[in-house]
């Protein structure tokens, strides 16, 4: 009875919806793990974060670990440090112009890295609305799967940051 209550709630609200009506506690539980399931992420939307995440993952290499102290604080290092942020926020707003559906699943895709403290993306997300719930529902509980990269764990969010910020985002999206 409760299965079939589930299925006709879940034609009636629709597909944005299918993901959180199908996940039980326990389900919930273990996507809050490390080991999040892998998502593959299209090849039309991995060309549209891929240099972004790249530039992220120079600054690891050149600069040091998330949390460890970096070793761009001065000199030339400091300057490729600065010239890779100053790009990075030139593709991010680019990003945030266009309209086209690879782009709109690119924003979520990036939302799943430490990318940066800025809302550019979270703000664009939320101002394209509920087209976006299908990209947040598919990427809450997975991790992106970038094809022809490997990138590092240091570069994913820790999975409970990760969790409160999707579901900040779909409360906004939800309050418009």
Do not use: W
């Not at 997300?125 to 087209?131: D, T």
């Not at 999975?159 to 999707?166: N, R, Y």
């Amino acid at each position: 009875m409760i299965l079939r209550s589930l299925l006709i709630l879940s034609v009636l609200l629709g597909p944005s919806c299918h993901s959180v009506l199908a996940e039980s506690p326990k389900t919930q539980q273990r996507s809050n793990k490390s080991t999040a399931r892998r998502v593959p992420v299209p090849e039309q939307v991995a060309a549209e974060v891929r240099p972004m995440l790249d530039l992220r993952q120079r600054s690891i290499e050149q600069c040091g670990e998330p949390g460890t102290p970096s070793r761009c604080i001065q000199g030339e290092a400091y300057e490729h440090e600065q010239q890779r942020q100053e790009q990075f926020a030139k593709l991010l707003a680019k990003l945030t112009q266009r309209k086209e559906s690879a782009v709109d699943e690119a924003l979520v895709v990036l939302m799943c890295f430490y990318v940066g403290e800025s809302q550019e993306g979270t703000d664009a997300i939320v101002a394209r609305g509920p087209r976006m719930l299908t990209y947040l529902s598919k990427y809450r509980h997975g991790r992106p799967s970038i094809p022809q990269r490997v990138y590092p764990k240091s570069m994913f969010k820790d999975p409970s940051v990760k969790a409160d910020d999707f579901t900040g985002t779909i409360k906004a999206i939800r309050k418009k």
